[in-house]
Each structure stands twice: as C-alpha cells, then as structure tokens.
C-alpha cells in the first residue's frame, strides 16, 4: 500500500513569492494534514482538510492557506513568503474517524532566500 | 510552559540496551497519545497509538500513559543501531480537531 506522497521533494523560493505545496493521502483516507517542523520549533499543526473542507486550523496567518480536492489530494500555498517560513512542511492523512491515527509523508523542504 | 515537554538529549546508549523516552504534559484534556520515529530528513512514522493508561506492547516497543501524573513514556528493549532516530511524542484532546501537540523531540543514538 503506497502511504503519503509529498511533491516537490525540496522548493526554493525568494521573500516575497508564493509556495505550493502538493500532497496525496494514503488510498481510502479523506483527511489531509499539515504540519510545520521548522529548526528550534518542532511540529507545529497548521491545517485540517476533511472531505473538501477545512475543519481545524493552527495559529498561523491567514497567507497560510489551502484546499483538498475531490479526490482527497491537497494543496498548501503560502502566500508573501517570509525568511521565518523556511521548513519542513509534513503532510499527513488519516481515515475521517475523529482522532484517528495519522501517517505522514516525507516531506517538502522549503527554503526562503 | 510548553504543553508538552520532552528532554531534547541526545541519548547514547549500547546495542542492546532498554532504552526509556518520556514526554510530560500539562493539559487534562489529552486522551490520545502517540510515538513517531523520525530518521533524518524524513518524515515521522507512527510506531504507537494509545487511549487509556495502562501499558500497550508491540514487539520490542512499550507505550506506557499515566494520566494521573500527565507522563507517557515509550521503552524500546534490545535497542538496534537502526533504532537510532528523533522520537516524537504527540498528544491530542477529545473533540480537539484531530490537532496533534508534539514534544520538541528526543535524539537517540544506539552505538555498536
């Protein structure tokens, strides 16, 4: 069973731009998380997409923002990028059973110049 | 104060060794209790999954979850070489958004 897959595996961006992010969850899940590991901070919860819908966000500004398409995949996009916004940006899915288990991906590694 | 704390190490221990990684936390309301094990530059890997206090085995890992004193622990018996990775504790409410709350992380090296 092939798990989360995360494109691209490494971004590079200047201040200022805009990121996207893509993810795909593991087949039958339709929940879609993202995450936030950035160096000192830890993981950090930025999003929940359920079903198309966001149902749960963590204390990040609002150019942090996404969608999950009809097939479960998601987007992150981060708008007006910021030096502090250089990551490791997770995504992870879970079938919809609140609190459920949730399995990640590897990663896309973002950095801002 | 972090709603989750765990010691940062990093933890050298020998092949072989009974390895025990805590994580303590403020908030009552975690219900739910996980590990991940993350490798470096990759993503976390879930290796427990736990509700109530009490003790959950799988293989050579151990979750154990004290809700009394807000302390998780995960022991890891014949420790490998290829356990050597960054431990995650995360935690989560009920009705909490499926938010998960992480430990900052312990660092783990299993020397031969």
């Known amino acids: 069973e092939a798990g989360v897959t995360q494109s691209p595996t490494h971004l590079i961006k200047t201040r200022g731009q805009q990121a996207t992010l893509r993810c795909s969850p593991i087949s039958g899940h339709t929940s879609v998380y993202w995450y936030q590991q950035a160096l000192g901070l830890g993981l950090q919860f930025l999003l929940w997409y359920d079903e198309g819908e966001e149902r749960n966000r963590g204390n990040f500004p609002p150019r942090f923002s996404g969608r999950q398409f009809p097939n479960y995949s998601s987007e992150l996009n981060v708008n007006a990028l910021e030096l502090e916004d250089s990551a490791l940006y997770l995504c992870?899915?879970?079938?919809?059973?609140?609190?459920?288990?949730?399995?990640f991906g590897p990663g896309t590694r973002l950095t801002v110049l | 104060q972090k709603e989750v704390e765990q010691d940062p190490g990093p933890l050298s221990v020998p092949e072989g060794a009974i390895v025990s990684l805590n994580c303590t936390y403020s908030?009552?309301?975690?219900?739910?209790f996980m590990w991940y094990r993350q490798y470096s530059r990759k993503g976390p890997e879930l290796l427990m999954y736990?509700?109530?206090?009490g003790n959950k085995e799988d293989g050579r890992f151990t979750a154990q979850v004290d809700k009394s004193s807000k302390y998780i622990s995960l022991f890891i018996r014949d420790s490998q070489p290829s356990d050597s990775a960054t431990y995650l504790c995360a935690m989560t409410p009920t009705g909490g958004g499926n938010k998960l709350t992480f430990g900052t992380g312990t660092q783990l090296k299993v020397e031969l």
């Open positions: 736990t509700y109530s206090s």
């Open positions: 992870a899915s879970s079938r919809a059973t609140v609190n459920d288990e949730q399995f």
């Open positions: 908030n009552s309301a975690f219900q739910y």
